[in-house]
């Protein structure tokens, strides 16, 4: 059975500084790997995604994620933060057969310091 | 339409009583998924919807919970004998799924927040 962990229920940055929202998974074979986004009062937004390819994946407000085979992980990152980028962040898995769903993790809350 | 829309956005409902939820997913997408969150918490999945296949409902949480895709478009969540713990955010996603691909980007709607009194 294919499943996403996000060991962090909460992660603290000051702006400015480097974030790293981890996340790793387990699936069957090859994984579909995604983040979304869930700003207050708004829908889930799909940020990136990691299909096949290059392992670092750049997604949208210049957030990036580095598929890791051997450890399984599929971290979330972006080089200086902003109080903007605030919101609940979920990492989601899918294994490649067509009978796989969408997995997301619990959820990591990121609180942006000014 | 340009998205996902749901409706009610919200519904307010007293316990024992029956409730629909509806989803319009994005035109000639085929995947078409039901969430429930629970207050700042994560997305626990219900029922996925694909193509013809037969539906994955290994999510629903009881047999008062059902779901149904008319002509590969719209969906409607039921919930039978609403109960207190069924207060939540319903989501409803979807994506569109060439031949041969298993999942894609899901795009979400705004959801429904049923308040069971």
């Known amino acids: 059975a294919q499943s996403v962990a996000q060991p962090e229920d909460q992660v603290n940055v000051a702006e400015g500084n480097p974030l790293t929202v981890k996340c790793t998974y387990s699936?069957?074979?090859?994984?579909?790997l995604f983040w979304y986004v869930q700003y207050p009062n708004r829908g889930l937004q799909f940020l990136l995604k990691y299909i096949t390819g290059d392992n670092l994946v750049k997604g949208s407000y210049g957030f990036e994620a580095e598929f890791n085979k051997s450890q399984t992980s599929f971290h979330l990152k972006k080089p200086s933060a902003l109080v903007s980028d605030s919101a609940l962040y979920f990492c989601a898995v899918s294994g490649y057969s067509s009978a796989s769903k969408i997995i997301f993790g619990s959820g990591t809350r990121l609180s942006i310091r000014p | 339409g340009a998205g996902v829309s749901q409706s009610p956005s919200n519904k307010v409902t007293e316990k024992g009583k029956d409730v629909e939820l509806r989803c319009d997913p994005i035109?000639?997408?085929?995947?078409l998924y039901w969430y429930r969150q629970s207050l700042g918490q994560g997305l626990e999945f219900l029922i996925y919807f694909q193509g013809n296949s037969a539906p994955d409902k290994s999510g629903l949480p009881s047999d008062r919970f059902s779901a149904e895709r008319t002509g590969g478009s719209v969906s409607t969540l039921t919930i039978q004998r609403t109960q207190q713990e069924d207060s939540a955010v319903y989501l409803c996603?979807?994506?569109?799924?060439?031949?041969?691909?298993?999942?894609?980007?899901?795009?979400f709607g705004p959801g429904t927040r049923l308040t069971v009194l």
């Open positions: 035109s000639g997408h085929t995947a």
């Open positions: 996603a979807s994506s569109f799924l060439p031949s041969g691909s298993s999942t894609d980007t899901q795009y």
């Open positions: 699936v069957s074979g090859n994984p579909y």
